[in-house]
């Protein structure tokens, strides 16, 4: 190893003088191999954004195991089956609490302008905590009351004042409390904003509405209170939810789907990385960068080989063979890849910041991705140095002068 390190100090970094010698080149190259760099990341961030506001809510629900119809897609897009099932779950042994969940996507009207919205409703018993989210548990006393939510504080939209009305209305114990409810109309329907809580908008959803079933039924008069989109089970302390898990496929019909909550989350994100042709979309935008980098690579080094081919050349002559030519051209390749990286890892982290601002998405710099496009950018690179040596190897001395 010490020998190694010693050959490589005393070893003439060729390639990182061809590069520097015509900065001009250099600097287009560097901004090409960013470019590239920042589409990639801005195509997996949204990728990633894409997966984890569509799952935050199947995280969220404070269940075991979770049954669900065999005709559901995804947690927006939910079928019902029949609320006899949750009855039917409670006689299998091991199984502690079966409580129905009800979803709906919706349009209301924005608290302050009163424009039209996309939004997900969110039904439950607000006498258990389904949810593990803290803030929706102390309040569900609140929603107890018809016609009252709680309201997702990170919804999509600007609500800045509305939410400093509810905040307000928190803190505030006297009588002018009920003067200062914030109010709105869904379905024709007035129903009152008496919480609020955090989760994030979604591809799906602009923003949640948490409601106690009742209310929701309200909302929805065309639902049966018998048809529920999802049932909740807990199981007892000492039991094995994937045990119970397969004593429920047995004991229940084929109208509905036993999953374990692992197996829901994972259901969701398939949906989103397998049949939704949005996850499609971001992969295909994520592998044109990676060509357009590959291009935009051999472009540079394929006009330096050419522009030192009689340097080359006089190598080869006098004796050097062609793995070490080519390991110049990788050299540069690698150096290209390490410098061009860190303006194409610097700028998305603003981009992130902007687009989150403007679409509340949990758009955010990971290391795994910044360690993925790294890798991506030393094989761009790495296929580009590969392709320009093609004509590097079948150079003869002799045709050179």
């Given at each position: ?5 010693k ?21 287009v ?13 801005m ?9 984890d ?6 995280r ?24 006899r099932?949750?009855?039917q ?6 199984v ?16 302050d302008?009163?424009?039209e919205?996309s939004i997900q ?7 258990e905590?389904i ?15 018809p016609d ?12 800045q004042?509305?939410i ?25 329907r ?5 919480g ?13 509405l ?10 929805f ?12 089970i807990?199981?007892?302390p000492n ?7 397969t ?6 019909p ?20 397998k ?31 050419n ?12 004796g ?21 990286f ?6 998305p982290l ?35 140095g ?12 002799a045709?050179?002068?």
């Amino acid at each position: 190893m010490i020998g190694l390190i010693k050959q490589l100090q005393r070893r003439t970094p060729l390639g990182w003088l061809q590069l520097s010698h015509e900065k001009s080149r250099l600097l287009v190259a560097l901004s090409g191999i960013a470019f590239a760099d920042v589409l990639m990341f801005m195509q997996l961030g949204f990728q990633s954004a894409l997966y984890d506001s569509n799952t935050k809510l199947s995280r969220s629900l404070n269940a075991d195991i979770v049954l669900v119809s065999p005709q559901a897609r995804n947690t927006q897009n939910l079928s019902t089956f029949s609320r006899r099932r949750l009855f039917q779950a409670r006689d299998v042994v091991g199984v502690e609490s079966a409580e129905a969940f009800y979803s709906n996507i919706i349009t209301w009207k924005h608290p302050d302008t009163r424009k039209e919205a996309s939004i997900q409703v969110l039904g439950l018993n607000p006498d258990e905590p389904i949810l593990n989210l803290p803030e929706v548990n102390q309040q569900l006393d609140k929603i107890q009351l018809p016609d009252q939510v709680l309201f997702d504080r990170n919804s999509r939209g600007d609500y800045q004042q509305a939410i400093a009305q509810i905040e307000q209305n928190q803190t505030e114990q006297n009588q002018t409390e009920q003067l200062q409810t914030v109010t709105t109309e869904v379905e024709r329907r007035t129903i009152a904003i008496a919480g609020l809580f955090s989760l994030g908008a979604s591809f799906g959803a602009d923003g949640i509405l948490i409601a106690s079933d009742q209310t929701f039924l309200r909302l929805f008069p065309r639902r049966d209170a018998g048809s529920v989109n999802l049932g909740l089970i807990r199981v007892e302390p000492n039991a094995n939810p994937e045990q119970v898990a397969t004593a429920l496929k047995t004991h229940l019909p084929d109208d509905v789907r036993v999953l374990t909550h692992a197996e829901y989350i994972e259901f969701e994100e398939s949906y989103w990385k397998k049949e939704s042709p949005i996850g499609f979309i971001f992969g295909l935008g994520t592998g044109m960068a990676f060509v357009v980098g590959v291009v935009i690579v051999y472009q540079v080094l394929s006009t330096d080989v050419n522009a030192h081919m009689k340097e080359y050349a006089t190598f080869k002559a006098m004796g050097y063979r062609n793995q070490y030519l080519l390991a110049v051209v990788f050299e540069e390749a690698l150096i290209l890849a390490c410098l061009g990286f860190i303006p194409g890892m610097v700028l998305p982290l603003g981009l992130y910041q902007l687009a989150a601002n403007a679409t509340a998405l949990p758009i955010v710099m990971k290391l795994s991705r910044a360690l993925t496009v790294l890798l991506l950018t030393v094989a761009m690179c790495s296929i580009s140095g590969a392709i320009a040596t093609r004509k590097l190897q079948s150079a003869d001395p002799a045709d050179m002068f």
